[in-house]
């Protein structure tokens, strides 16, 4: 070892460029998560309600992205686009990647959420003189999405775990940044310690604080 | 078809595809022996093991692999020299420790999956606690792990791309290299740019090995349960 581990010392030279990279992890997750979940609403509902060809693209969109590595799928974004004309910038290269990827998981989720919910409830909502997108809106909706509530969640956090992998195109996310510093000021131990608590942090309160979400959401018969 | 692919093509499939294979398999068969024994264990009402065991699987879930990745690869020679290996070995410990987190959490819910009455009839029947474990309940919760195992090798197999990240060979990095050295001038290229067929090829194969084991753990999730 070249100088002696002392992470409060790495921690108040560096807590600036720290701080940045989070927010940008914060930043690039929120974003995805907020894609990812409009990408799960409106093909997720497609694939349920088997609207004819939207159904069939999302099909094939959901298999090839859950079928092929992220890492390969951030390459393409960034380092193969721009050779058909599409050039992105590392941070919009990084939420389209993780949005792409979370939005086919998150297809799957909500499909199987909004195919759970009884056909019958559909009925009494047709029934009632609803149209079928009102239907959707005031009844598949809220319980169909609440089934799908656990497993959309755990994409979300397979969201904020997948933005470290941003190093690989440069964007100064939290590893990016960490493995920056520790490159030049070789604390490398000091470095990988701040990843594992700030990611360790991040992911059990979102555990926690999901499963609260969850009791509070769950549909009243599973209570 | 145009004369750079050929080689292109071989040097994928010949020095890339072997790595990531004999990656996935070496990690996938760790993962699996680890996270069964860890995840047993965890059945076994003793308190201290208990603690470390959930704290192993708490953590090596939590954190992206690619940090565990650079723990291994970076981490583990800042702390002892000897502790230094390869792209390719380090990807692996860091997949196997991710891996066995999942495998033993999967066990833990298999081994808790198994009605009661099966350790009651066993009971009555005569077996100890021992023979209890391995002749009626683990032999049926080790069977409900299949769909969860093959789940893990497609995951394990798309993750070995990892290894690209520290300038391990396998698939992508090798894809990755090819598609460098197409952009430089001749003799060593040919001064074109062809990442998106490259990565194509790269993303057509990962398909052809993932969509069938995918398929596969559909198929015995609604068999076995």
Known sequence: ?223 | MPDWVEPVVRYILEVGLPATLKVSAISVVGASLIGMVLGTLLTIQFLLSRVVIRGYIEVFRGLPILVTVFMVYFGLPAIAPTLEFGPLTATSIALILWGSAQVAEATRGAVGSIPREQHEAAAALGFGWIGRQRSVILPQAYRRLLPPLVGLLVNIIQNSTLAAVIGGIELLQAAKSQSERLTVFPPAGIGEIHAVEILGFVMVLFFLISFPLTRLAAYLERRLV
């Open chain 1, 1 to 223: 070892m070249l100088a002696v581990y002392d992470l409060g010392a790495f921690v108040s030279e560096n807590w600036r460029e720290l701080l940045d990279g989070f927010e940008n992890t914060i930043k690039v997750s929120a974003i995805a998560v907020v894609g990812a979940s409009l990408v799960g609403l409106v093909l997720g509902a497609a694939r349920a309600h088997r609207i004819p060809v939207v159904s069939q693209l999302a099909a094939v969109y959901v298999e090839v992205i859950r079928n092929t590595p992220i890492l390969v799928q951030i390459f393409m974004v960034y380092f193969a686009l721009p050779q058909i004309g599409i050039r992105l910038d590392a941070f919009t290269a990084a939420w389209v990647a993780v949005t792409i990827w979370g939005g086919a998981f998150n297809t799957e989720n909500f499909r199987a959420g909004f195919e759970a919910v009884p056909q019958r409830y559909r009925e009494a909502g047709l029934a009632l003189g609803f149209s079928p997108f009102t239907t959707f809106l005031n009844v598949t909706l809220p319980i169909g999405g609440r089934i799908s509530l656990p497993s959309s969640i755990n994409t979300y956090i397979s969201v904020v775990k997948n933005t470290s992998l941003m190093y690989v195109i440069g964007y100064p996310e939290l590893t990016t940044t960490a493995i920056n510093i520790a490159n030049l000021t070789l604390e490398t131990l000091e470095a990988l310690t701040v990843l594992g608590i700030v990611y360790l942090t991040l992911v059990w309160s979102l555990s926690a604080a999901i499963r609260l979400l969850e009791a509070r959401l769950a549909l009243p018969e599973s209570r």
